[in-house]
């Protein structure tokens, strides 16, 4: 760990401390994109973008994110049974919550 591919270190003494020349990366997941498979987002592409949160807490603990003001975003028309929210990476490689616990409001208002 912390050294680069094809990094050979010569034989030394027992105790001998050796530094790495590259930091090893924790996570690679900066921010979370939550998607929505109703809306119809027409300026986010993909259009079922319903927020992008950032990851401002230590690995571990509760992320918190209360945005500063309401994001009203369009549903497709038609009738729905059932609704499904993805959680994704930056890169938008899912990703599977290992605690199931989740506390998520959404504000829904009918069209004016």
């Known amino acids: 760990?912390?050294?680069?591919?094809?990094t050979y270190v010569a034989s030394t003494?027992?105790?001998?401390p050796i530094n790495g020349t590259k930091t090893p990366v924790g996570s690679t997941v900066n921010s979370l994109v939550m998607?929505?498979?109703?809306?119809?987002?027409?300026?986010?592409?993909p259009s079922d973008i319903l927020d992008?949160?950032?990851?401002d807490s230590?690995?571990?603990?509760?992320?918190?994110y209360n945005p500063s003001f309401e994001k009203w975003i369009d549903i497709?028309?038609?009738?729905?049974n059932?609704?499904?929210?993805?959680?994704?990476?930056?890169?938008?490689?899912?990703?599977?919550?290992?605690?199931?616990n989740i506390s998520l409001s959404?504000?829904?208002?009918?069209?004016k």
């Open 35 to 45: 998607r929505c498979n109703l809306l119809n987002n027409n300026i986010a592409m």
């Open 1 to 6: 760990m912390g050294f680069k591919t094809g």
């Open 13 to 16: 003494s027992a105790g001998q």
């Open 76 to 80: 497709r028309d038609g009738t729905y």
């Open 106 to 111: 959404l504000l829904i208002r009918q069209k």
């Open 82 to 100: 059932t609704m499904t929210i993805t959680f994704q990476d930056q890169s938008f490689n899912t990703l599977y919550a290992l605690d199931p």
């Open 52 to 55: 992008t949160v950032p990851i």
């Open 58 to 64: 230590s690995f571990g603990s509760n992320i918190n």
